[in-house]
T-cell receptor, first 111, second 114 residues
Framework: SQQGEEDPQALSIQEGENATMNCSYKTSINNLQWYRQNSGRGLVHLILIRSNEREKHSGRLRVTLDTSKKSSSLLITASRAADTASYFCATDNGNTGKLIFGQGTTLQVKP | NAGVTQTPKFQVLKTGQSMTLQCAQDMNHEYMSWYRQDPGMGLRLIHYSVGAGITDQGEVPNGYNVSRSTTEDFPLRLLSAAPSQTSVYFC?????????????FGPGTRLTVT
């Protein structure tokens, strides 16, 4: 069964706007990761946040984690057309490397 | 480094046929895994390996076999293909068995079973 549920399923914005995607999960976790998938390609790791962290930044990406609500959000600031992709959250609940993925958010950034 | 490579990129099988999807990595990663991706379902873990000679089942292992005779290679075998196995298959690797490392994904194999 899927661990994560992502919201929204699809998001369309204009270039320069911010994009926020949310991920909820069901069981306790050791870490949560975000991946990007361009159409027809493999997944690329974006950022990892540990269960004892609340916020993490990487370039234009900001990830938050609320373990009490079992949720995470990914914010992409000043979006670009090249950010058009699907974004997935994935949880690891045992430091085993066995990732459980959400269904993904499809982001379209219009130039 | 080539990273994670997968062959073939596309494959069409008839129901009942068997085949092997190849996966190789040149990063000396201990951990390798196979996922399938279906529309609207995200990725689901099929099998994984924490090192040569060690494999274990993931979320959806039925109908698939794996082996890990070397660190570099992790082939996925479909024993008797079924239409329900039509999917995109991704292989991934990472440095160790601990979950704090990012996973590197191959480009995928698109499989159609008719």
């Amino acid at each position: 069964s899927q661990q994560g549920e992502e919201d929204p399923q699809a998001l369309s914005i204009q270039e320069g706007e911010n994009a926020t995607m949310n991920c909820s999960y069901k069981t306790s976790i050791n870490n949560l990761q975000w991946y990007r998938q361009n159409s027809g390609r493999g997944l690329v790791h974006l950022i990892l946040i540990r269960s004892n962290e609340r916020e993490k930044h990487s370039g234009r990406l900001r990830v938050t984690l609320d373990t009490s609500k079992k949720s995470s959000s990914l914010l992409i600031t000043a979006s670009r057309a090249a950010d058009t992709a699907s974004y997935f959250c994935a949880t690891d609940n045992g430091n085993t490397g066995k990732l459980i993925f959400g269904q993904g958010t499809t982001l379209q950034v219009k130039p | 480094n080539a990273g994670v490579t997968q062959t073939p990129k596309f494959q069409v099988l008839k129901t009942g046929q068997s085949m092997t999807l190849q996966c190789a990595q040149d990063m000396n990663h201990e951990y390798m895994s196979w996922y399938r991706q279906d529309p609207g379902m995200g990725l689901r873990l099929i099998h994984y390996s924490v090192g040569a000679g060690i494999t274990d089942q993931g979320e959806v292992p039925n109908g698939y076999n794996v082996s890990r005779s070397t660190t570099e290679d992790f082939p996925l075998r479909l024993l008797s293909a079924a239409p329900s196995q039509t999917s995109v298959y991704f292989c991934a690797s990472k440095e160790g068995g601990q979950g704090l490392d990012e996973q590197y994904f191959g480009p995928g194999t698109r499989l159609t079973v008719t």
